[in-house]
Each structure stands twice: as structure tokens, then as C-alpha cells.
């Protein structure tokens, strides 16, 4: 299980300093970002009006992201109909846009009808440049009744006009209390000279900036340039301090196993399949300053050739059963809360270390934050130019390389 997780995880990584903006946004946290493409009034009924179902829908998605056996697709057919070509296309969301970019600007199909694309600066592109249908959502039954109403409050596509969530992921702090000796609550223990050179941060400048800005007391998706300028001045301060053994990629899992770092940045789904896979006890916490939180979506391309079928693949995964078994096999955010209930129901069910699994996942605030969790969560800094991304770069990556 953990090579699926990390992998999902390693797929989305930023790939070094030169992919900043893959996860800029998130859902229903502190912030409101910058204001998005307007729409027309008629935008819905113009794209939508006379288009029926065929019986077929072509899915592009990031691998990893769904058991391989394709339970949830095989329902689908069943119920609807509706055949599904689903493919593990998506593994950086910049290549991803220069490659149907051209195809989208001559109003020529992409070859799929949906797809998952991560809050960044590319979803900005998607939906600035009118690539993404907007979405009927009396279409959408299972997603009015059932989505975390916090969804609809994101920065990035607020009232969920081109986009429904598939799933989220936190970044917070992840420790070993057997090293720790105490309970980690907050980011200034990443500051705590106790801790000297056992400390672990990200050198995904994107992760690293906004954990620095909510270390200074500042909002991220609310920043300036100056505020910036002050988040990296907190940021050298640690490092100075000779708190920071490294800054990590993925690599930080197996250096957390290993001891070298007692206390580190984590991404919420590593450290549940880490304690699940390794029979670890580490310990994953929202810090009482904040931590982040990302999205990936589902879209529907403006040039589809089936967005009827599309759309209704969409709301299918918010029927509570299907997000249910999704979130079973993938251990990210949910963004249906019933679905937690529906899977302790299947963990009663099941006998062994099958009733565990789903039990620990059924149960895992990493899987099914609190509202107190969703309380402390905030969006990224978000960029309205490449010249802004730049600029953001240019301020932390003296961090990391100096």
C-alpha cells in the first residue's frame, strides 16, 4: 500500500524548482484568493443545450489514483450504460496543459471528455482561457446532496462553476513521539533549538514558502511580495538556527523511518500509509498556526465529445457507496462525509486485517478531517501571472539552494 500512496504523491511532486504552482488552491479553507473568470448567465444553457449521452466517456486521470480492478467504473457501466476508457495520463500538470493547449485553442478535442486536474497554475489557464465547460448541476444531484458544502468556497472555482472535487490532501507536521518526548502542536517546534539538525522541511518551494508565511503570522493566499520577503527571513532564521538537516523530497518518509529527522513537513496520506504499511506510530497534526491543504478535480473539457456522459460520471463518484470504496483504496481527504460512516459499516463487515485496514481508515482524521481541522486549513499563495510565480521563487529559493 505504500508504494501506491507514495507514488500518487511522488507523481504530483513539483520535480525541483522549475514546476512551481502545482498545488495553489484548496477547499473551503482560510482565504478567498483573487477573483476568478467571469461567466455569462446563459454560459450553462448555451454549452449544454442539445447535447445528449452516447453511451461512452474517455476519462484521463493521474495514475495511482484508483484501484487498478476499476470496481467504481464497472458499477458505472452496469447502472448507466455507459462504457469508460480511463487512462493514467496526468503526471505534471505543466506538461499536461502544453499538451492540449494547441488542440483546445483550435476548438479541436483532446481525445477525453474528463478530466483531473490539481489547483495550480494551469487550472487558472484551463479555466482563464475558456477550456472548461461550465458545469450543469441539476445535472449534479449527488454532489448538491452530499459534497463537503466547504468545497464551493474555494478561491480557485468558487461555486464549483467548472469543477467538482476527486479528492484533497493536507500538508502539515509529522513526528516520532518516542523522540520527541512531547507532544508536537505547532509550527515554531520546527524553530525549537531542542530539536537541532532534526528537523525536516520540503524543498518544494511552493510547501516551504506557505509554511513559512503561516510561521510569520501571515495569511498565504492574502500575500504580497513583501510578505514573501518576511516568510523567507523566518524561514533563514531556522536555518541558521541549525534546526534543518535537509530539505526534503519524497525522501523525508525514509528519513523519518530512519530517525535522522525526529520532526518533520509531511503530506497527510504518506504518514497513514507509512503507520499502515510499516506498522509505524508517528504522528501527523494540523499545527495550531495552520497547515495547507490541495485539490484535485474534475473538469470537463469545453471540446468534449460526450459531456453528458461526462458529467454524469461525475456525479456518480458522489453517490456515498462509490466515494466510499475510492477513498478506501486512495486514503486522501474525502470530499463526501458521509462516505466515512458508509465505510465503518463495510469495516463491520469484513473480519481480520481487512476489518483493521478499514477501520484505521474509516477512522483517520487524515482521510476525514474535523471542521476543527478544516478551521486551520489554508489555501497556497496564489499567482495571477508567471511573473508573480517568479518573483515567489526568486524570494525562497536562496532557502533551499544557499
Not at 14 to 25: H, I, Q, T, V
Not at 69 to 90: C, H, M, N, Q, S
Request: aromatic share 12%; hydrophobic share 40%; net charge negative.
Amino acid at each position: 500500500m505504500t508504494q501506491r500512496r507514495l507514488g500518487r504523491r511522488d507523481a504530483l511532486r513539483l520535480g525541483g524548482l522549475s514546476a512551481m504552482g502545482a498545488f495553489l488552491a484548496a477547499c473551503g479553507v482560510e482565504g478567498k484568493g483573487k477573483p476568478q473568470a467571469s461567466v455569462a448567465p446563459d454560459a450553462v444553457a448555451k454549452f449544454w443545450n442539445g447535447k445528449v449521452q452516447n453511451g461512452k466517456v474517455d476519462f484521463a486521470n493521474w495514475p495511482l489514483y484508483m484501484d487498478p480492478k476499476k470496481p467504481e467504473l464497472a458499477a458505472f457501466t452496469k447502472k448507466t450504460g455507459i462504457t469508460v476508457k480511463y487512462d493514467e495520463v496526468i503526471q505534471e500538470m505543466g506538461p499536461w496543459f502544453a499538451k492540449v493547449q494547441p488542440q483546445l485553442s483550435a476548438g479541436q478535442s483532446i481525445g477525453y471528455d474528463l478530466m483531473v486536474i490539481t489547483n495550480s497554475i494551469q487550472f487558472g489557464q484551463f479555466r482563464d482561457a475558456g477550456f472548461l465547460a461550465p458545469l450543469d448541476h441539476s445535472k449534479l444531484p449527488n454532489y448538491t446532496a452530499n459534497a463537503a458544502k466547504s468545497y464551493a468556497e474555494s478561491s480557485y472555482d468558487l461555486g464549483n462553476v467548472f469543477s467538482v472535487p476527486w479528492a484533497s490532501g493536507i500538508t502539515g507536521i509529522a513526528y516520532d513521539p518516542t523522540k520527541t518526548k512531547r507532544p508536537i502542536t505547532k509550527l515554531a517546534d520546527l524553530w525549537d533549538p531542542e530539536f537541532k539538525g532534526k528537523v525536516g522541511m520540503f524543498r518544494d518551494l511552493q510547501e516551504l514558502g506557505n509554511f513559512g508565511l503561516l510561521a510569520a503570522g501571515l495569511t498565504p493566499a492574502k500575500s504580497s511580495e513583501a510578505d514573501w520577503k518576511k516568510a523567507a527571513a523566518k524561514l533563514q532564521e531556522q536555518k541558521d538556527l541549525g534546526v534543518v538537516r535537509n530539505y526534503y523530497d519524497q525522501s523525508y518518509v525514509d528519513a523519518l523511518g530512519k530517525g535522522e529527522v525526529w520532526i518533520t513537513q509531511a503530506w497527510s496520506g504518506d504518514i497513514f500509509q507509512k503507520n499502515v504499511s510499516d506498522g509505524t506510530n508517528f504522528e501527523f497534526v494540523i499545527p495550531e498556526e495552520g497547515g495547507t491543504i490541495w485539490t484535485d478535480n474534475m473538469t470537463i473539457p469545453v471540446t468534449a465529445a460526450n459531456p453528458v456522459d461526462a458529467i454524469t460520471l461525475m456525479d456518480f463518484f458522489y453517490e456515498v457507496e462509490n466515494a466510499a470504496t475510492l477513498a478506501e483504496y486512495i486514503n486522501y481527504v474525502c470530499p463526501v462525509p458521509a462516505a466515512q460512516e458508509a465505510m465503518k459499516a463495510h469495516a463491520a463487515k469484513a473480519t481480520g486485517e481487512d476489518k483493521e485496514y478499514l477501520t484505521s481508515v474509516a477512522t483517520s482524521p487524515l482521510v476525514f478531517p474535523g471542521q476543527s481541522d478544516y478551521a486551520k486549513l489554508h489555501y497556497y499563495v496564489d499567482f495571477n501571472t508567471a511573473e508573480e510565480q517568479q518573483d515567489f521563487t526568486k524570494v525562497f529559493e536562496p532557502i533551499v539552494l544557499g
